[in-house]
């Protein structure tokens, strides 16, 4: 079974234009975020889906400059995208990552895939972002089969839904069979991603503190042990809701 990630990404963003490129500790965002990726051990492939539009040009770019397979297509509809991405790079199973998550952790990556795996065929569809959410925000790893993919991709017609990719299948489970992934502990409340300048300052800390990505999710809990008060910096900050 050939499994691939891909990570969505695109300079446009309403609340923080151009996040996926800022600095984190000498790299963008988006290498930190393919730094981690690559090391889930479940992963045959990781191509990130960007835009037709100019100003994506910038992550063409970059992939050519570290060699990462690229797809570009429409900047709305990510779910054709996504489909588009799959069937070029001859994906069975895709595992869906956003370009948002630089503290994304490959160990719960690979238990998601996992998951997935072990519970087949009974399932269609594996996150550990359905609810009751228990991770934090910012580590969202989604996978899903080729044919689902493929069924959302011709059935559904809500152009919300499809800019957020899988909200056809999680939101119809007399369709498919879906299946949360949970964690003993509850960090929901934490907001690990970034989305806003707030969010790129926590981050930042982190990875300012690290100095690399090489740290675990784990590492980043016990930091915020010692440092309880830069959960405070974008506790406020709302997350988007399809």
């Known amino acids: ?50 835009t037709s539009q100019p100003a994506d040009d910038a992550i063409l770019n970059l992939c ?13 509809d990510v779910l054709d995208r996504f489909y588009h991405t799959a069937i070029k790079w001859r994906a069975d199973l895709v595992v869906r990552i956003t370009s948002d998550c630089p503290l994304i952790e490959p160990i719960i990556v690979d238990q998601v895939v996992q998951d997935f795996l072990k519970r087949q065929p009974k399932v269609d569809y594996v996150s550990n972002s359905l609810p009751p959410r228990t991770f934090p925000r ?30 056809y299948i999680y939101k119809n489970p007399a369709l498919f069979q879906i299946y949360g992934v949970t964690h003993a502990r509850d960090y ?24 690399q990505d090489l740290f675990s999710w784990e590492e980043v809990l016990a ?13 406020h900050v709302q997350q988007k809701v399809i």
């Open 1 to 50: 079974m050939r499994i691939v990630a891909i990570i969505q990404a695109r300079m446009a963003s309403s609340r923080l234009p151009g996040k996926v490129l800022m600095d984190l500790a000498g790299e963008p965002v988006l290498v930190r975020c393919v730094n981690r990726i690559c090391r889930a051990r479940s992963i045959n492939e990781i191509v990130v889906a960007t």
């Open 64 to 76: 050519r400059q570290k060699n990462w397979p690229c797809f570009r297509g429409s900047e709305e």
């Open 138 to 167: 910012g580590l969202e790893t989604e996978v899903i089969g080729l044919n689902v993919l493929e069924r959302a991709w011709r059935e559904d017609q809500n152009p919300a839904w499809r800019e957020h990719v899988t909200p």
């Open 188 to 211: 929901s409340h934490m907001r690990w991603t970034v989305d806003t300048s707030e969010d790129l300052d926590f981050v930042r800390r982190i990875y300012d503190h690290f100095g």
């Open 223 to 235: 930091l915020l042990e010692v440092h309880p008060e830069w959960l405070e910096i974008n506790r």
